[in-house]
């Protein structure tokens, strides 16, 4: 296949040129040129701005794409994106967010499960909107959209989600100090991070198959832990004997030090449902919260984000 990636040389853009490449795929990607980590040599590179309409129309015309990742565009942009990718593509396959149903009712998460969104829980009604616009538009045309719904991402080359909400290397550094850290509330609440590669591999099935055309697939790692286990991997991986201390989520907020959305969120559980993605894509997520954790904390001291050392 002939793919084109709108944001494809970062974090999870960069995963999935690293799987679509290995899979034998013609990949180019849409960027800026601000950053290029570990994206394949074979990767072929268009530098530009992913929201000049003529440039975008200029090159999907162009090349014909088989497929469309997008992983960046907004509900505005999705707008005038989609009508061009029906013309000059073959399909679009967009990357949503497990945040959209939060706070949640009904543990683990599926797909039809209710989106409230409200705005204190770090505003994910714009992620909602761009699934609409995608829904709308494959009703309207039959076009072959689909959105991913990924939660909270990890893996080497951005920081991990802390344990505020945030992804504040601070956090991070303390632990490997052994400084005290607080956990909000009783610790109990589930947080479900997935790796990268996971989801470049969910991303590369969506592709293949014409199942996806109209549908919504949450893509999350094997299992949920809880604040304080992840507190505690985050210890034993930097071999620090921390001492923790529960601390009531509104008296974190009172020192405004962390946003408060990325708060909020956090201590709301994230359970998510993947088996419509298991049965009708063959995902399965293979790597653990832990190993996806070490490899977090391993590129982040390579970086010189964090001063520790990693074990095993």
């Known amino acids: 296949m002939n793919i084109l990636i709108v944001g494809g040389t970062r974090f999870l853009g960069a995963a999935i040129s690293r799987e ?11 960027h800026r040129g601000h950053s290029q980590w570990n994206v394949p040599v074979e990767l072929k590179h268009v ?11 200029a090159l999907l015309l162009e090349n014909r794409f088989d497929a469309v990742v997008d992983t960046i565009l907004s509900a505005a942009d999705l707008e005038w994106y989609l009508p061009l990718a029906h013309r000059y593509a073959g399909q679009l396959a ?15 998460a599926r797909e039809d499960d209710p989106t409230p969104c409200p705005p204190e829980f770090g505003g994910f009604g714009e992620k909602l909107e761009q699934d609409r616009v995608l829904m709308a538009f494959h009703e309207k045309t039959g076009f072959k959209t689909c959105s991913l719904r990924v939660s909270n991402i990890f893996g080497a080359g951005d920081v991990p989600l802390d344990g505020w909400g945030a992804r504040n290397p ?11 850290i607080w956990i909000p509330d009783h610790g ?4 479900q991070p997935v790796h990268t590669d996971d989801l470049a591999r969910g991303f590369h099935a969506a ?31 930097l071999g620090s004997k921390s ?17 408060e959305g990325g708060l909020r969120f956090l201590v709301e559980h994230m359970c998510i449902d993947w088996s419509k993605a298991r049965e009708e894509l063959g995902y399965v997520p293979r ?7 070490r490899e977090s904390l391993r590129w982040m001291c390579g970086s010189g984000l964090l001063n520790g050392v990693v074990r095993d």
Not at 98 to 103: E, S
Not at 287 to 293: A, D, S
């Open 243 to 259: 001492p923790v201390k529960y601390v009531p989520m509104e008296e974190i907020l009172a020192l405004r030090k962390t946003d």
């Open 47 to 57: 530098l530009g701005d992913a929201r000049d309409r003529d440039q975008v129309s």
């Open 94 to 108: 967009h990357c949503g967010s497990t945040g959209v149903y939060a706070p949640l009712s009904i543990v683990p």
């Open 188 to 191: 109990l609440s589930l947080l």
């Open 287 to 293: 790597v653990t919260v832990r190993e996806g954790l």
């Open 207 to 237: 592709l293949l198959t014409d199942k996806t055309a109209g549908q919504i697939y949450n893509l999350s790692s094997e299992r949920a832990v809880t604040l304080t286990l992840y507190a505690q991997l985050t210890m034993e991986l």
């Open 170 to 180: 601070k956090y991070f550094q303390r632990v490997a100090d052994g400084a005290a």
């Open 20 to 30: 679509l490449v290995r899979g034998g795929h013609s990949v180019t990607a849409l």
